[in-house]
């Protein structure tokens, strides 16, 4: 996520952290706007809802767990050189997730999804 801060930052975005922890000196240096949770791992809801499309960027078992948050409240998951899904029934290739293989294609289909 450093490296995200960073792109958007020398873009001249805001840069929220939601941290898992309580120490708000745990986020990285680019960020415009720090909130400290305290809630460890439960913060994943807290970032997927506070958007409209998320982006997932690679990931481990906390991603997963935020494309599952994101998909279960109703917001569209946009996955750069992330998870790929498979279900079953309704879950039959993995609705409202799109795939994205470049950042620009990533952000391209978030916003297409506004």
């Known amino acids: 996520m ?3 801060s960073r792109g958007a930052a020398s873009a001249g975005g805001e840069v929220i952290g939601v941290l898992p922890g309580t120490d708000p000196g745990e986020s990285n240096p680019d960020c415009t706007h720090v909130v400290a949770t305290g809630i460890g791992h439960a913060r994943n809801l807290a ?3 506070s958007g409209e499309v998320v982006i997932a960027i690679g990931g481990e078992w906390g991603t ?3 494309i599952g948050h994101a998909r279960s409240i109703g917001r569209t998951v946009v996955a750069l050189r992330s998870w790929t899904l498979v279900g079953r029934d ?3 290739g993995a ?3 799109v795939q994205a293989e470049t950042p620009e294609e990533a952000v391209a289909s978030a916003l297409a999804e506004l």
């Open 2 to 4: 450093a490296a995200v």
């Open 47 to 49: 970032v997927v809802g």
């Open 64 to 66: 997963l767990s935020e």
């Open 90 to 92: 309704r879950m039959e």
């Open 95 to 97: 609705p409202g997730i």
